[in-house]
């Protein structure tokens, strides 16, 4: 019995659509051979009605235009009348409620599908709702985020400051004590050899030659502090022959008063960079070395730069000892105003800073800038020991 059901509704509906796809001059013997075939099924006009209903507010009202809801529902109900016929002729009380009975499927019908439309613009005025409430509360915690990430900014930039600050005062205070008891005590002590170089002169001419040597060299050691000095001021080297030569320099000098083993790779092409970029790297490695010497105990650093895709990648690892990161860029003393400065110093040239740590395994100091307009480099390394 459901299969017939089943197999007369899909007919039922498929004739329908077929009827209102003709329009008003369509044939209306299909809708009475389904009348029929109703019938024989054991189908009442109730049950007639019920299927009739379901077909258009499922099959057919939900694709049709709001504007031509009404035209299709009497159109439909045209169809209905004649598939009811033959009952109709069975059950002659069928007749009196027709006219009441298509009336009702005209009404239920459009009610029906008024609702569900309703429904739908309710259903997705909750869902706007709902997003808009959702991006409201994202919007809120990511500007309170902001907001806390600005004063957390702002404390570090201070603190950073009155650290420059009192860089600045120890740095002046190293050059003033050196300036005084070394350059000075030297100047002081060719003076005096000066004077007396003037009276032996006079007197006895043997030992002259002796005391000229010994006035050379304490000219030559002042020379050479200065040159020190001015070295770490700032290296002439970087600007009159590049970075390359300034890092060798370097990294020797500091090899040899450290005892620390260097390991530096350069690929040429980096001395097309512009001046600002390659004294930030210079700086950087500079500073992290001075790092190293000073907590990590290190036995021996690996000092790399190579072009990556659409960077300058500078990397520094040391085998010593390791720290906690985020711990000593967080914390209130002076030891982290290295790593500080570096960081600074890349993102005033649109780089930026990486620094891993972990036992047994060392720091890695990772600095990348963008090499910038008119740059054209190709890998090509320059090793250098």
Same mark, same amino acid.
């Given at each position: 019995m459901?299969r017939?059901?089943f !197999?007369? /509704? $899909?007919?039922?509906?498929?004739?329908l659509?077929?009827?209102?796809?003709?329009?008003?001059?369509?044939?209306?013997? /299909?809708?009475?051979g389904?009348g029929?075939?109703?019938?024989s099924?054991?189908?009442q006009?109730?049950d007639?009605?019920k299927l009739?209903?379901?077909?258009?507010?499922t !099959?057919v009202?939900?694709?049709c235009?709001?504007?031509?809801?009404?035209a299709?529902?009497?159109q439909?109900?045209? %169809? %209905?009348?004649?598939? @009811?016929?033959?009952?109709?002729?069975?059950?002659?009380?069928a007749?009196?409620?027709?006219?009441?009975?298509?009336?009702?499927?005209?009404?239920? +019908?459009? $009610?029906?599908?008024?609702?569900?439309? /309703?429904?739908?613009?309710l +259903?997705?005025?909750i869902?706007?709702?709902?997003?808009?409430?959702?991006?409201?509360?994202?919007s809120?915690?990511?500007?309170?985020?902001?907001?806390?990430?600005?004063d957390?900014?702002?404390q570090?930039?201070r603190?950073l /400051?009155?650290?420059?600050?009192?860089?600045?005062e120890?740095?002046?205070k190293?050059? +003033?004590?050196?300036?005084h008891?070394?350059?000075?005590q030297?100047?002081?002590?060719i003076?005096i050899?000066?004077?007396?170089?003037?009276?032996?002169?006079a007197?006895?001419?043997?030992?002259?030659?002796g005391?000229i040597?010994?006035?050379?060299?304490?000219v030559?050691?002042?020379?050479?502090?200065?040159?020190? %000095?001015?070295?770490?001021?700032?290296p002439? =080297?970087?600007?009159?022959?590049?970075?390359?030569?300034a890092?060798?320099?370097?990294?020797?000098?500091f090899?040899? $008063?450290?005892?620390?083993r =260097?390991?530096?790779?350069? %690929?040429?092409?980096?001395?097309?960079? !512009?001046?600002?970029?390659?004294?930030?790297?210079?700086?950087?490695a500079?500073?992290?070395?001075?790092?190293v010497?000073?907590?990590?105990?290190?036995s021996?650093?690996?000092?790399? @730069?190579?072009?990556?895709a659409?960077?300058?990648c500078?990397? @520094?690892? !040391?085998?010593?000892?390791?720290?906690?990161?985020? $711990?000593? *860029?967080?914390?209130?003393?002076?030891k982290?105003?290295?790593?500080?400065? *570096?960081?600074?110093?890349?993102? *005033?040239?649109?780089?930026?800073?990486?620094?891993?740590?972990a036992?047994?395994?060392?720091?890695?100091?990772?600095?990348?800038?963008?090499?910038?307009?008119?740059?054209?480099?190709k890998?090509?390394? *320059?090793?250098?020991h």
């Amino acid at each position: 019995m459901k299969r017939k059901l089943f !197999d007369l /509704s $899909r007919r039922y509906q498929a004739a329908l659509r077929e009827h209102l796809k003709q329009g008003r001059h369509a044939n209306l013997e /299909s809708a009475r051979g389904l009348g029929s075939q109703a019938m024989s099924a054991g189908l009442q006009t109730l049950d007639l009605a019920k299927l009739h209903e379901q077909t258009l507010v499922t !099959d057919v009202l939900p694709a049709c235009p709001p504007g031509k809801r009404d035209a299709v529902i009497k159109q439909a109900g045209v %169809f %209905f009348a004649v598939a @009811i016929t033959p009952i109709e002729e069975t059950h002659r009380t069928a007749r009196e409620a027709t006219a009441h009975l298509k009336k009702f499927i005209e009404t239920l +019908s459009r $009610r029906t599908v008024e609702l569900a439309a /309703s429904n739908l613009e309710l +259903s997705l005025e909750i869902t706007q709702r709902k997003a808009a409430e959702e991006a409201l509360r994202k919007s809120e915690h990511h500007y309170s985020q902001l907001l806390e990430k600005s004063d957390q900014l702002q404390q570090q930039l201070r603190h950073l /400051s009155r650290q420059i600050l009192l860089a600045q005062e120890d740095e002046r205070k190293k050059i +003033s004590r050196e300036l005084h008891d070394v350059i000075a005590q030297t100047l002081t002590g060719i003076n005096i050899r000066l004077a007396a170089l003037k009276k032996e002169a006079a007197t006895n001419i043997k030992g002259l030659d002796g005391n000229i040597d010994r006035t050379q060299r304490l000219v030559e050691k002042s020379v050479n502090i200065v040159h020190e %000095f001015a070295r770490e001021l700032r290296p002439a =080297v970087l600007d009159d022959l590049g970075l390359i030569p300034a890092l060798h320099s370097f990294v020797k000098l500091f090899s040899k $008063r450290t005892r620390i083993r =260097v390991h530096l790779k350069v %690929f040429a092409e980096v001395e097309q960079l !512009d001046t600002a970029r390659r004294t930030v790297l210079f700086r950087v490695a500079q500073e992290a070395l001075t790092n190293v010497s000073r907590h990590a105990h290190a036995s021996r650093v690996e000092v790399s @730069i190579q072009k990556l895709a659409d960077r300058i990648c500078m990397r @520094i690892k !040391d085998n010593g000892k390791s720290f906690q990161v985020e $711990r000593t *860029m967080r914390s209130p003393g002076r030891k982290h105003l290295g790593l500080l400065g *570096m960081r600074e110093r890349l993102e *005033m040239v649109g780089g930026h800073l990486d620094v891993e740590s972990a036992p047994g395994k060392g720091t890695t100091i990772v600095a990348q800038i963008r090499p910038g307009n008119g740059y054209a480099g190709k890998e090509s390394p *320059m090793k250098v020991h």
